[in-house]
């Protein structure tokens, strides 16, 4: 389940790793039968497209949904992430993003750990993202972009812009902690430009600080990510003494998580 040194070195330089066919059908299937159940409650976690009843994404399945809370103590993502962070791990964020055929909207460019820090009071960025595809996603249905090597400029300081301070406002189309076009480009000139596009059950890793976005889906073809967020316990947030986010943004779980091994969980808690 280890990832090797040259793929360890490759994260390091760009940011990402690429895994092909990392789940079986049937595991991403599963994944997505739950997705039915979810379109049907509404819960604090669930988002709706901007002025649309049709649902954005899904934050903290895996507080209430026992197949996703199987998948963050899957051995295939555990074990790398402890490799990436060099550390035991808990799960601080988790989220399934959708991207509906011809109205799917798009997510523009950011870093992830600026979010983290300011508003969970993250220390560092000691965290790896860990996205799997529920769909094939390609170049027609709102695939991520990434900047390779963005990641080695650290968090970039923007300004949050008009945002009304609302946990809402960093899950919506009007993204705050946007990273400014200017930049955009001086980093795309550096570093190029990566499409995310892979089968289901692809897994690419990536780094807090590398700059993403993606664009409209306006193809016939429905496009579904998860996306994992793995941090270091170490790391944990220094939010005693504010106001702290939601707990499907902010996870309070914050002890090391265990491989689930034949249908029994062992958590350090339990031991």
């Not at 988002?47 to 009843?53: A, K, M, P, Q």
């Not at 980093?187 to 990566?194: E, I």
């Given at each position: 389940?280890?990832?090797?040194?040259?793929?360890?070195?490759?994260?390091?330089?760009?940011?990402?790793?690429?895994?092909?066919?990392?789940?079986?059908?049937?595991?991403?299937?599963?994944?997505?039968?739950?997705?039915?159940?979810?379109?049907?409650?509404?819960?604090?976690?669930?988002?709706?497209?901007?002025?649309?009843?049709?649902?954005?994404?899904?934050?903290?399945?895996?507080?209430?949904?026992?197949?996703?809370?199987?998948?963050?103590?899957?051995?295939?993502?555990?074990?790398?992430?402890?490799?990436?962070?060099?550390?035991?791990?808990?799960?601080?964020?988790l989220k399934v993003n959708l991207k509906h055929a011809f109205s799917g909207d798009l997510w523009p460019w950011h870093q992830d750990y600026i979010?983290?820090?300011?508003?969970?009071?993250?220390?560092?960025?000691?965290?790896?993202?860990?996205?799997?595809?529920?769909?094939?996603?390609?170049?027609?249905?709102?695939?991520?972009?990434?900047?390779?090597?963005?990641?080695?400029?650290?968090?970039?300081?923007?300004?949050?812009?008009?945002?009304?301070?609302?946990?809402?406002?960093?899950?919506?189309?009007?993204?705050?902690?946007?990273?400014?076009?200017?930049?955009?480009?001086?980093?795309?000139?550096?570093?190029?430009?990566?499409?995310?596009?892979?089968?289901?059950?692809?897994?690419?890793?990536?780094?807090?600080n590398l700059v993403h976005a993606s664009p409209q889906n306006i193809s016939p073809f429905q496009r579904r990510?998860?996306?994992?967020?793995?941090?270091?316990?170490?790391?944990?947030?220094?939010?005693?003494?504010?106001?702290?986010?939601?707990?499907?943004?902010?996870?309070?779980?914050?002890?090391?998580?265990?491989?689930?091994?034949?249908?029994?969980?062992?958590?350090?808690?339990?031991?």
């Amino acid at each position: 389940m280890n990832i090797s040194k040259e793929e360890l070195e490759s994260y390091w330089k760009n940011g990402f790793l690429v895994q092909n066919s990392l789940f079986s059908i049937e595991d991403t299937q599963q994944l997505i039968d739950s997705l039915t159940e979810f379109a049907k409650q509404t819960l604090p976690g669930h988002v709706s497209e901007n002025g649309s009843s049709i649902y954005r994404a899904f934050h903290g399945c895996h507080l209430y949904d026992e197949t996703y809370d199987a998948l963050i103590r899957k051995p295939e993502l555990l074990q790398p992430a402890r490799q990436v962070l060099k550390d035991e791990v808990y799960i601080h964020q988790l989220k399934v993003n959708l991207k509906h055929a011809f109205s799917g909207d798009l997510w523009p460019w950011h870093q992830d750990y600026i979010y983290w820090r300011n508003e969970d009071k993250m220390p560092t960025n000691a965290l790896v993202n860990v996205m799997i595809f529920l769909d094939d996603v390609t170049e027609f249905n709102g695939p991520l972009y990434f900047i390779p090597g963005s990641h080695q400029y650290g968090c970039i300081e923007v300004s949050k812009g008009n945002s009304s301070g609302g946990w809402e406002d960093n899950v919506s189309a009007s993204l705050t902690y946007q990273v400014a076009e200017e930049q955009v480009s001086s980093l795309v000139n550096q570093g190029g430009l990566f499409s995310a596009k892979g089968k289901k059950g692809t897994a690419i890793w990536f780094d807090g600080n590398l700059v993403h976005a993606s664009p409209q889906n306006i193809s016939p073809f429905q496009r579904r990510i998860v996306i994992l967020t793995y941090n270091a316990v170490s790391n944990s947030p220094l939010d005693q003494n504010i106001v702290a986010r939601p707990d499907f943004l902010n996870a309070r779980a914050r002890q090391p998580l265990r491989e689930r091994l034949s249908g029994v969980l062992s958590d350090m808690e339990n031991n």
